[in-house]
Nanobody
Framework: QVQLVESGGGLVQAGGSLRLSCAAS????MGWFRQAPGKERDVVAA????????YYADFVKGRFTISRDDAKNTVYLQMNNLKPEDTALYYC?????????????????WGQGTQVTVSS
């Protein structure tokens, strides 16, 4: 049973920063997604299993950084210069594909989600 445990969400003012963490029970290619009320779940960032190649959605490029610590089977999402439109429930996900993936259906395991709220 694969377990993904997220932490690090919270309330922050616009322009502030948060770091999300996701501890996995094994090593996978990982992704961060977000879903706002009434909207679809969108990919935010992804990182491969092998060479740590990364992908970023256009709306977070230059502000968010995804990274991994393989010794801890943990992936991070550093979020800087947060905006009110970044407010959403953030999920980490793991895929048994070795390379990074960007579609919801390509991921096999999901965390419970952590809320990020950015006030203006």
């Amino acid at each position: 049973q694969v377990q993904l445990v997220e932490s690090g969400g919270g309330l922050v003012q616009a322009g502030g920063s948060l770091r999300l963490s996701c501890a996995a029970s094994a090593r996978y290619a990982m992704g961060w997604f977000r879903q706002a009320p009434g909207k679809e779940r969108d990919v935010v960032a992804a990182i491969s299993w092998s060479d740590s190649s990364t992908y970023y959605a256009d709306f977070v490029k230059g502000r968010f950084t995804i990274s991994r610590d393989d010794a801890k089977n943990t992936v991070y999402l550093q979020m800087n210069n947060l905006k009110p439109e970044d407010t959403a429930l953030y999920y980490c996900a793991a895929t048994e594909y070795g390379s990074m993936r960007t579609k919801v259906y390509e991921y096999d395991y999901w965390g419970q989600g952590t809320q990020v709220t950015v006030s203006s």
